[in-house]
């Protein structure tokens, strides 16, 4: 019922790229990408190192101009779109986010709030309120107090991603959130992204872990040397020739798009003894 | 909370005592009541004289000059997300030296008192335009250009000092250079405070930015700040505070590396809590520094400010490098 009523409250939101090329040294490092993603996706953009993930995600994110093409968030601009309105409509989480100072938990959350923060003063008592609640929703509230370089790789995950959802953004995009965790808070992370677009946002994810986005993702972008070849349904669009032909390597793949999915990779024959 | 209110009564009321030290010591000692008592009842005796013509000025200086050195290190430390930045770093007090130093090379100062501070601020902005200019790029970029401004405008404090046109010339230069309240009158300040105050107008709207920044550069610019105007707010706060500072009163080194770290852990080492607690202590560490020039006794001059805060400072610095070695793994 609840999440019923949840499902009406949200409007839809989109990003649209349209031709987007991006130009190092001469070398286009993403390449003519058009893709139009939308809410209650859980988008998962894989590709082997080097296809221009980041990139892609920096330039979906809005921080980074394309050399080409336009990027449109709920059919305005992103070049004519006021950063700090940006800021508000999507999260963005970089490759291992990390504190530069001690500060408390609480407080690194709490920096989440700065687009919606007046110039000066304190924390408003409602924005408290939201802090509080985004800790409780990534299990850190006993850590509310600790420093945050004092948390592990997995806590400082779950902080960040706290700081990233505690405004409220209808999008959110992160940058391999998988990389380094164990396999326990590996499955958390991903199942929270999960829930994220069942509750009506829009999750775009970079990752390696092609088993757990078999799982869990929605759909399935795939980056090669800066051309998006496949853009799909995770269930139809994840198959043994789609990472043959990606990854040059000979995958199995069983029931993707279903949480017993597994992708395995089958050593080449010819390299047996 | 009680605990945060008590160390802010504690702040202020740090600084009130060293304000009436400020005012009471030098060669004339003035009692309190005799200081509350000329403040109160201005009538022209020597008590008022003395007040209204040397300490009044000198003390107002020394909160300005500590106020903005502590606070431009506060930020610049927060920007960079380094420990170890001070105002120095981006060349803004070495162009203030050389442009008090050209005023005093060429004689101007000698004709008119006003020429050394003028061609300071001078030297300070076109310090900081150079360092922007070449250092647009990124923040790395603009340390790199920040150093190489600093070692540029050192150069040529050099070649003044290389081509003094007689002993006199060098030695008024080396004094000048090492900082001093000293027989500093209304004109400098007057001069001066306009340059301050828009300084730590320019340095506290970075107040946001820095907190954003302690969650990296690209963190803080998915949440809205715009890196390019912090950078340009942060330098041209520090060119147009710590710039004006240095060309009346001369190069003070450490106060804007220490008062950050005073008073980082009581802003649970948030930078943009940091800002005003680390200028109310830069203003503290410098009224008593320069208390402390006119007590210690010596034989003929007094012990010059840059001096005394470098001897202080030294030892302070190193045992910062060394916890900072131990902290980290």
Redesign the interface.
């Given at each position: 019922m609840a999440g019923h009523q949840a499902a009406q409250d949200v409007t839809v939101s989109r990003i649209e790229a349209n031709g987007v090329t991006v130009l190092r040294g001469g070398r286009a490092i993403v390449d003519d990408v058009t893709i139009e993603l939308h809410s209650r996706q859980f988008v998962g953009l894989i590709g082997p190192n080097g296809a221009g993930k980041s990139t892609l995600m920096s330039v979906l994110?809005g921080?980074l101009a394309p050399e080409r093409g336009s990027v449109m968030i709920d059919g305005q601009s992103l070049a004519t779109l006021d950063?700090?309105a940006?800021?508000?409509i999507?999260?963005?989480?970089?490759q291992n986010?990390?504190?530069?100072?001690?500060?408390?938990v609480e407080?690194?959350v709490a920096?989440?709030l700065?687009?919606q923060?007046p110039?000066?003063g304190g924390l408003p008592e409602t924005m408290r309120a939201s802090v509080a609640a985004a800790l409780e929703m990534v299990d850190m509230a006993e850590h509310r107090h600790q420093?945050a370089t004092t948390l592990s790789g997995g806590e400082l995950g779950r902080a960040m991603l706290a700081?990233a959802l505690v405004g409220d953004p209808a999008m959110l995009l992160a940058d391999e959130p998988l990389t380094g965790l164990d396999p326990r808070h590996a499955l958390d992370s991903v199942d929270r992204l999960r829930k994220l677009a069942d509750a009506g946002k829009l999750v775009i994810a970079s990752m390696h872990e092609l088993t757990l986005a078999a799982r869990y993702t929605t759909h399935i972008a795939v980056l090669r040397e800066g051309c998006l070849v496949a853009f799909g349904p995770t269930a139809q669009t994840l198959t043994s020739a789609l990472l043959h032909q990606v990854f040059d390597v000979d995958a199995c793949v069983t029931g993707a798009g279903t949480r017993t999915a597994i992708v395995d990779f089958v050593p080449d024959p010819t390299l047996q003894p | 909370m009680v605990g945060k209110v008590a160390l802010r009564a504690l702040a202020c009321a740090l600084l009130l005592t060293c304000i009436l030290l400020s005012l009471g010591t030098g060669r004339i000692w003035l009692e309190p009541a005799v200081l509350i008592g000329s403040i109160f009842e201005p009538k022209p005796s020597l008590a008022w004289l003395i007040l209204s013509e040397l300490r009044v000025p000198r003390t107002i200086l020394g909160l300005l000059v500590g106020a903005s050195l502590g606070l431009s290190g506060a930020v610049l430390q927060g920007l960079l997300r380094n420990p170890l930045a001070e105002p120095g770093l981006l060349g803004v007090s070495a162009g203030a030296a050389l442009g008090a130093v050209i005023a005093i090379y060429f004689g101007l100062s000698a004709a008119f008192a006003l020429a050394t501070p003028i061609l300071g601020i001078g030297g300070a902005l076109v310090a900081a335009a150079l360092t922007l200019s070449i250092g647009r790029g990124g923040t790395l970029t603009m340390i790199l250009a920040g150093a190489a401004v600093s070692g540029l405008m050192g150069a040529g404090v050099s070649l003044a000092l290389n081509f003094a046109p007689n002993p006199s010339a060098a030695y008024e230069i080396t004094i000048w250079l090492l900082g001093t309240l000293e027989n500093r009158d209304w004109h400098q300040l007057v001069l001066a405070a306009p340059f301050i105050l828009a300084g730590w107008v320019c340095l506290v709207l970075t107040m946001r930015d820095v907190d954003a920044l302690t969650l990296g550069e690209t963190q803080a610019e998915s949440l809205g700040v715009n890196l390019a105007r912090t950078r340009l707010l942060a330098l041209a706060g520090t060119a147009l505070s710590v710039g004006a500072a240095t060309a009346v009163t001369g190069s003070i080194g450490f106060i804007g590396l220490m008062a950050p770290h005073l008073v980082r852990p009581f802003a649970g080492h948030q930078p943009g809590r940091m800002l005003l607690p680390s200028a109310l202590f830069g203003a503290i560490l410098l009224l008593l520094a320069d208390v402390a020039t006119r007590i210690i006794p010596t034989a003929g001059q007094e012990v010059r400010l840059g001096v005394l805060t470098s001897i202080v400072g030294t030892p302070f610095f190193l045992w910062l490098v060394t916890r900072l070695r131990r902290m980290s793994p």
């Open positions: 994110a921080l950063r700090r940006l800021a508000q999507r999260a963005f989480l970089p986010p990390r504190a530069e100072w001690p500060i408390s407080r690194l920096l989440g700065t687009p923060l110039v000066f420093p700081r | -």
